[in-house]
């Protein structure tokens, strides 16, 4: 009964390269979403996904940053570019459907990405 | 702009006494609350939740309290134990309108429980 799965736990990258973040939801879990804290602040959202949809990406930065989540496989965050300013936690949670027709959406995080930029 | 408002970055208690945790909003369209842990080096887990149609909800040594005129939240831990020391995060979210999936943080607060 594995839970959120993310890797890699620990990204650094130089100025200008490319972060890719990978986040595998739970078994039965449809709906994936993306979260980043940035030292000494609360979690902040960044896009919600379905399977081959993206739903509301409106906490994404509007440049070099892109999220996917394909029919198969698990799904990913890109950022292109990167700058300094991106360091930070990047955390993926997930939660089946049903749960948020009931009224509730209690997500279920993974252990997140540090991302460090040098 | 802060929505969710943890006011106490920590909080110290003896083991076996109560930890009180408080959280304020200030959007008033929240309806649905909830409680994270967060130990290091992990993600946050999921500790207890409650509906704004209620003022509050219990589960073993964990009670979230709600006044909504207020605007106010408080999760009471008792007895705590020293395993209960971590970082906890209020989170809030709107259920109707279709986007109750966008959970909006507040900075945390860390409990340390002294044995």
């Known amino acids: 009964n594995a839970g959120v799965m993310q890797n890699p736990r620990h990204l650094v990258r130089r100025r200008g390269q490319e972060a890719r973040l990978r986040c595998s939801p739970m078994k039965g879990h449809s709906h994936v979403y993306w979260y980043r804290q940035l030292p000494e602040e609360g979690l902040k959202f960044m896009v919600y996904l379905q399977k081959e949809n993206i739903i509301d990406e409106s906490g994404m930065p509007k440049e070099r940053f892109s999220a996917e989540f394909p029919k198969e496989g698990p799904s990913i965050l890109r950022i292109q570019q990167v700058v300094r300013g991106d360091s930070a936690a990047y955390f993926c949670a997930s939660s089946p459907p049903s749960q948020q027709a009931a009224g509730s959406n209690i997500q279920y995080f993974g252990a997140g990405t540090r991302l460090s930029v040098l | 702009d802060q929505q969710v408002k943890q006011n106490s970055p920590s909080l110290s208690v003896q083991e076996g006494r109560i930890s009180i945790l408080n959280c304020d909003y200030t959007n008033s369209m929240f309806d649905y609350f909830l409680w994270y842990k967060k130990y290091p080096a992990e993600g946050p887990t999921f500790l207890i939740s409650?509906?704004?149609?209620?003022d509050k909800n219990e589960d073993g040594r964990f009670t979230v309290f709600l006044n909504k005129s207020a605007k106010h939240l408080s999760l009471h831990i008792v007895p705590s134990q020293p395993g209960d020391s971590a970082v906890y995060f209020c989170?809030?979210?709107?259920?109707?309108?279709?986007?109750?999936?966008?959970?909006?943080f507040g900075k945390g607060t860390l409990l340390t429980v002294n044995p």
């Open positions: 409650i509906s704004s149609i209620k």
């Open positions: 989170a809030a979210s709107v259920n109707s309108g279709g986007s109750n999936y966008k959970l909006t």
